[in-house]
């Protein structure tokens, strides 16, 4: 089945404990993509991929790495998380850069984290 | 600022009823957008997209119509089911696509009800 897949899908953790979210597709799509979900603020992109070994910021990057090492994984990195980071995220990816004559962007379930 | 801006948070329609879910924009250079649907504990899926070549696309029970000279667009449910219960999200692209992703509004939770 073709899907994306997050990890953990919830996560609490503590100011300053280092921590990554995984995803993973098995579209061999070529671009990847994180969110993060805000109540009042809908859906802000933080990093993309365009390909391997290839990252951009979003809108909302700070406080957060990426890296893309592989085609199908494209972790999420918190190397201090502060409480403000605490937000519903969603990885996504699709075969190209989002566009019309592109696939339109697959996300995965999310991952619900909570930063005391 | 934001770009594309959802103002109804949520809206109740009966079953069997239009659902009529509407998305402004102030960016001009945009001219791609597309609909998610999203249910709890899930992530957003695809529902439906329109270019700004056309003023109308339809799939099945779900149409989306666009204005482009209001910067306007709205979606469509043609008959509102309870499945349709959801949050729904509009979003663009810049013409060209966009490296850096799509623009999403706040989002509207619709709530179809029996």
């Known amino acids: 089945e073709a899907q994306v897949t997050q990890n953990p899908r919830y996560l609490i953790t503590v100011t300053g404990k280092k921590l990554t979210v995984t995803c993973s597709q098995n579209m061999n799509h070529e671009y990847m993509s994180w969110y993060r979900q805000d109540p009042g603020l809908g859906l802000r992109q933080i990093y993309y991929?365009?390909?391997?070994?290839?990252?951009d910021k979003g809108d909302v990057p700070e406080g957060y790495k990426v890296s893309r090492k592989e085609k199908r994984n494209f972790p999420l990195i918190l190397e201090s998380p502060s409480p403000n980071q605490t937000s519903l995220y969603f990885c996504?990816?699709?075969?190209?850069?989002?566009?019309?004559?592109?696939?339109?962007?697959?996300f995965g379930n999310g991952t619900r984290l909570t930063v005391t | 600022d934001q770009q594309v801006k959802q103002n109804s948070p949520s809206l109740s329609v009966q079953e069997g009823r239009i659902s009529i879910l509407n998305c402004d924009y102030t960016?001009?250079?945009?001219?791609?957008f597309l609909w998610y649907k999203k249910y709890p504990a899930e992530g957003p899926t695809f529902l439906i997209s329109i270019s700004s070549i056309k003023d109308k696309n339809e799939d099945g029970r779900f149409t989306v119509f666009l204005n482009k000279s209001a910067k306007h667009l709205s979606l469509h449910i043609v008959p509102s089911q309870p499945g349709d219960s959801a949050v729904y999200f509009c979003?663009?692209?810049?013409?060209?696509?966009?490296?850096?992703?799509?623009?999403f509004g706040k989002g509207t939770h619709l709530i179809i009800q029996p």
């Open positions: 960016n001009s250079m945009f001219d791609y």
């Open positions: 979003a663009a692209l810049p013409s060209g696509g966009g490296a850096d992703g799509l623009t």
């Open positions: 991929s365009m390909n391997v070994e290839v990252t």
């Open positions: 996504a990816s699709s075969f190209d850069r989002p566009g019309p004559n592109n696939s339109p962007l697959h």
